[in-house]
Nanobody
């Protein structure tokens, strides 16, 4: 069974840094794009950053220049380095992966989500 597990969230003061990590486990044939989303209370889930299998990246305007997404294909991990954090970055952060896994008669491509990790930026 495919699982995505995030780690690295927590409480940090404004201007501080955190590094989120997400590990994919289970039988996986290949991982395409991976990304980080976030959802603040009362708001819709939004894309924070994404990275393709070829390491092309895409960022929300609100985090450009502060956040960096990277991945380690051998370890099946994706990371989000968050610097210069602001109170408005407070949210639950979710890892997402578009990947190919076994199916009864071959394989299937699907979208998988982690359980989320809380990031709170407050003094």
């Amino acid at each position: 069974q495919v699982q995505l597990v995030e780690s690295g969230g927590g409480l940090v003061q404004p201007g501080g840094s955190l590094r989120l990590s997400c590990a994919a486990s289970g039988i996986i044939f290949s991982i395409n794009a991976m990304g980080w989303y976030r959802q603040a209370p009362g708001k819709q889930r939004e894309l924070v950053a994404a990275i393709t299998s070829g390491s092309s990246t895409n960022y929300a305007d609100s985090v450009k220049g502060r956040f960096t997404i990277s991945r380690d294909n051998a370890k099946r991990r994706v990371y989000l380095q968050m610097n210069s954090l602001k109170p408005e970055d407070t949210a639950v952060y979710y890892c997402n992966a578009d990947l190919v896994s076994p199916a009864p008669y071959g394989s299937r491509q699907g979208d998988y989500w982690g359980q989320g990790t809380q990031v709170t930026v407050s003094s």
